[in-house]
């Protein structure tokens, strides 16, 4: 690709760096200090109310409104980075030529989105202007601005990267291409609102299966798609959707998010997750496939700690792949069983995805953490099967049996870490504290084990950790706002409705609408996300689990588990492609390896789905 130092000025290219670095950093700084703010915001309110007997009422209220803020500048943040995630397995494959073009198109879509959306957002801020906040009293656009501020920044990004990349000529070509498709489209209006449904499978399966292939980034793909419906087959005005995507980014329960991104990295960095991992591998890293046990077995512990699948993958791959990959492991392989055991660990309390589905079906937080942890037990012993197969001819000769000693003192240095889940999980499990709480708890609790205990606290990286929280974040929320778009399209499509209808006539009672389930959400789950999927199908399908004599917590488990599936699916499923980022691997790598642990999780899910004991039994 044709670079800004062999066709600018120096002068000129200087400048332009230079104001992009300058902006970057203003951002960074900004966003951080708001994470800060968001915890010590929530600190207090937990130590207000438990310790004080005395809650701050408008705490709740301000943290939302830095929330939206944390995410749009997360967003932005990541945009420049180009950390929104992506598929790259065609863009790897090209030769420079192609890829170049590619790399255009992944660039013209997202900017063609933001330029859509961003006098919708501003309309939308000024609507929301009007209304007063009811404990701070102030306006509302003190939070509404924050979503045209993060489109126009991310804009900004993208036209320091063309005059940098020097991609005038791309872009302009792009730009008429998409004043003519939008054209085409204002044209053709009358034939899409002609075609009723079927306009779903135009918009929402070819033009995301399309561009997920061309490798835009996810996010920007699913929030054009449901732009261009509602403009084509809907008489709804754009700012309906900016609407949706504030409210998809900032629901108070994704708070957790960013809190429990902090906390893997802060576990990851501090020696928290390496003692875990250390005490497990002098159990198992002399046999064969060791470690790999290790890493299903980390993943377990780590999901109580931490809400978000990729800060469990942050917390525990560094700290093992550089000695599986001495042992022999490929790089494929590991980004394989990482995002697998991304989707095992699905419903190993606190699970976000758990919490939501208590929050919009009334079904009890406490019962669903309770019964979530043995299912997931059981889909790890499958992918230990495949584990056992692919290494049964390892060559351990160079490798030792760790002393029953030195296993103790490792468990006696690891005990501090290996606690944290547990307290974690009571705390919710027992009523006394939410999940967004609890991450804050846990980050105190980690920053002082980390400094105490394992005498590591690296103020220089606290700083790196911040920007990197985040921006991670960032990508993470600005996917569930665009997938909520598209939930949100979808309803109105009328699709959601008959899906549920369709699901509740099947012949062949409770075990055909189980089976129907699992297809529908796997497929769900890759497409829209965990989150979404459950706001939108989740009132709908467990009135009729429900009516069928399928127990609820029962059926959580199923739904999540699929939905988990899908979601770490490859070609579309962004938990893959956020465990490839988290192990800095092409994903195009993992694609055969992790077909076996797929059939694995789906075999592990067939028998939850038989057996509802596994489910619950400890109820």
Known sequence: METLSSTLPMGRRTFADSCEHVLLRVVEIVASIILVGEISILATGVIARYVLDTPITWSDELASI??????????????????????????????????????????????????????????????????????????????????????????????????????????????????????????????????????????FVGMIGLGVALGVPIAFVFALSAVAYVFTSTSTPTMVLAGR????????????????????????????????VAF???????????????????????SGISGSKTADMAAVAPALFPEMQQRGAKPGDLIALLAATGAQTETVPPSIVLITIGSVTGVSISALF?????????????????????????????VKKTPKAKIAKAFIVALPALALPFVIRAAVVEGMATATEVSTIGIIYSLVVGAIVYRHFDIKRLGQMLVET??????????????????????????????????????GGPAMFIA?????????????????????????????????????VHYAMIVV???????????????????????????????????????????????????????????
């Open 470 to 507: 985040v921006s991670l974040s960032g990508a993470i929320l600005f996917i569930i706002g665009a997938a909520t778009t598209v939930a949100w399209s979808l309803t109105q499509s009328g699709f959601s409705q008959d899906l549920a209808a369709l699901m509740s006539s099947l012949p």
């Open 66 to 203: 830095l929330f939206i803020w944390l995410s749009m500048l997360g967003a932005a943040i990541a945009f420049q980075r180009g950390q929104h995630m992506r598929m790259t397995a065609l863009v790897g494959r090209s030769n420079s030529s192609n890829r170049r073009i590619l790399e255009t198109i992944a660039l013209a879509v997202p900017l063609a989105f933001m330029v859509a959306i961003l006098l919708p957002a501003i309309d939308y801020a000024m609507e929301e202007a009007i209304v007063t906040t009811p404990a701070l009293e102030i306006s509302n656009l003190w939070r509404s601005a924050a979503l045209p501020t993060g489109v126009a920044l991310m804009i900004v990004f993208a036209a320091f990267r063309i005059l940098k990349e020097r991609m005038f000529r791309s872009i302009l070509i792009a730009a008429v291409v998409a004043i003519a498709v939008y054209g085409l489209l204002t044209v053709a209006k009358p034939i899409f609102a002609d075609l009723g449904n079927w306009n779903l499978l135009i918009f």
């Open 516 to 552: 129907v389930s699992i297809v529908a959400f796997v497929i769900l789950g890759s497409v829209l996300e965990g989150i979404p999927a459950i706001v939108l199908f989740a009132p709908l399908v467990f009135p009729i689990a429900k009516n069928l004599g399928v127990n609820e």
């Open 280 to 302: 497990l591998a002098t159990l198992l890293g002399h046999v064969r496939g060791g470690l790999s046990y290790v890493l299903i077995g980390a993943m377990y512990l780590v």
């Open 561 to 619: 588990l699929s939905m988990g599936m899908g979601l770490f699916m490859p070609p579309v499923g962004v938990g893959y492609y956020a465990a490839c980022a988290v192990g800095r691997v092409e994903p195009s790598e993992g694609l055969r390896p992790i077909w076996g642990y797929m059939i694995a999780l789906f075999v592990g899910l067939v028998l939850v789905a038989m057996i509802p004991w596994l489910s619950i039994g400890f109820l």
């Open 245 to 276: 995507l504030d409210e998809g980014m900032s629901h108070l329960i994704l708070l957790a998010v960013p809190l429990f991104v902090f906390l893997g990295l802060q576990i990851e960095s501090n020696g928290m997750a390496r003692a875990m």
């Open 370 to 398: 309770t019964g979530g942890l043995l299912p997931s037990v059981v889909l790890g012993i499958t992918l230990c099967s495949v584990v056992w197969w692919r290494y049964k001819n390892e060559d351990l000769s160079s």
